[in-house]
């Protein structure tokens, strides 16, 4: 078997997931999932993990794995899917990548950044900034120390406490010195990014978000949160748990909750075609047609 991976990526609620289970069973291959909250085994109706059906069918990688204790980081991601693609290639499967975390699949497709680190600093800023509570100091911080990274990161906490452990070391942008830095894929892929009509997209979402509610997504929720999802390092940003929680406690009603994940949902899509478009080079974006994703991977042999 050749080494190329097929890597399908795009929005929530874009369709990739089927696609890539039925390039899958057309190419012999295993799926390992790039999305940051189908990490979490208590989130699996809110964060839209493959059913077990899905997963007899096909085997999957890197979903419910982790406690909602634990925290989801790159660079945790990036060995453990390492380490499932050398695992699928070693039983003679092809690899198939298939998420919408931006960030994940860009560190895995073209490494982590070399930048300087210090493990004792890290922990006194996870320690200073990484709650909730300690959001608004960061913001007033880096906006200030890097507000390039600010301007770029300011809806990622993650990624401005690196920024700011970055610019502390060197006393310059980290944007400034992921410029320098050369990009080149450490995987032979055939990258694809699944995109559909904004307004198709926006059906969609709201489709799939009331199935998932009358799928037990509300209980989902009041159990995660009895487990302690709101206070978890990472879990706690999954898409539309907050919402449901507040709808639990009679904030709103059925209708308002489904306007509301819907429209949080939507805006999320939208900063991930952003992302894909101007972060991935080597992907090209295409309509959801199977025929179109296998007839590309056939072209690329050789």
Known sequence: MDDRILVIAGATASGKSSLALKAAETLDGEIVSVDSMQLYRDLPIGTAQPSPAEKKAVAHHLTGIYELSERSEVFRYCSEADAAIADIRKRGKRPILCGGTGLYLKALLYGLDDLPGNRELR???????????GEKALHERISILDPAAFEKWHSCRRRLIRALEVFLITGRSI?????????????????LVIERDSDIMKK??????????DSGWIEETA???????FTSPT???ALGYRQIYEFINGQYDRKTLLEKISTATWQYARRQRTWFR??????QIIEPDIGRILQIFKKTAG
Not at 123 to 133: K, V
Not at 175 to 191: A, C, D, F
Not at 278 to 283: F, L, S
């Open 123 to 133: 922990a006194e800023l996870d320690a200073e900034y990484d709650s909730p509570e």
């Open 175 to 191: 944007i400034e010195l992921q410029q320098g830095q050369r990009q080149k894929l450490r995987y032979n892929t055939v990258s």
């Open 204 to 213: 969609r979402i709201a489709d799939r978000a009331g199935k998932m509610l």
């Open 223 to 229: 159990l995660a949160v009895s487990k302690g999802l």
């Open 235 to 237: 879990a706690h940003q």
């Open 278 to 283: 101007h972060q991935h080079p080597e992907a």
